[in-house]
Nanobody, 125 residues
Framework: QVQLVESGGGLVQAGASLRLPCVDS?????????MAWFRQAPGKEREFVAS????????YYSDSVKGRFTITRDNAKLTVYLEMNSLKPEDTAVYYC????WGGGSTGPQAYNDWGQGTQVTVSS
């Protein structure tokens, strides 16, 4: 079972960039997990941001972040990254890393079994 730890969040101005790493500290099976990022703003449901598959590293993005965010993985470092550019105030949320064994780049949170504790990203205007 993976144990996910996110970091890299913070307070930035609109237009800035951040990179969020998520490290699997619990297993050697990271390479067999499809990984994803979700976010949740206050009073809103958790929403899909991006995913990267275990087999081919195919990537998927929500329309709201496509072209601005990039998800990558480094299996040797047991880490998945979310590179966020041109940040907007509406990107403000707690960002969660999630994992599921095998499978495609699902966009629904119910498809993922393991979650990190989240990292806060706040974008000021």
């Amino acid at each position: 079972q993976v144990q996910l730890v996110e970091s890299g969040g913070g307070l930035v101005q609109a237009g800035a960039s951040l990179r969020l790493p998520c490290v699997d500290s619990g297993t050697s099976t990271f390479s067999r997990h499809t990984m994803a990022w979700f976010r949740q703003a206050p009073g809103k449901e958790r929403e899909f941001v991006a995913s990267i598959t275990w087999s081919t590293s195919s990537t998927y993005y929500s329309d709201s972040v496509k072209g601005r965010f990039t998800i990558t993985r480094d299996n040797a470092k047991l880490t998945v990254y979310l590179e966020m550019n041109s940040l907007k105030p509406e990107d403000t949320a707690v960002y969660y890393c999630a994992a599921k064994l095998w499978g495609g780049g699902s966009t629904g949170p119910q498809a993922y079994n393991d979650w990190g504790q989240g990292t806060q990203v706040t974008v000021s205007s």
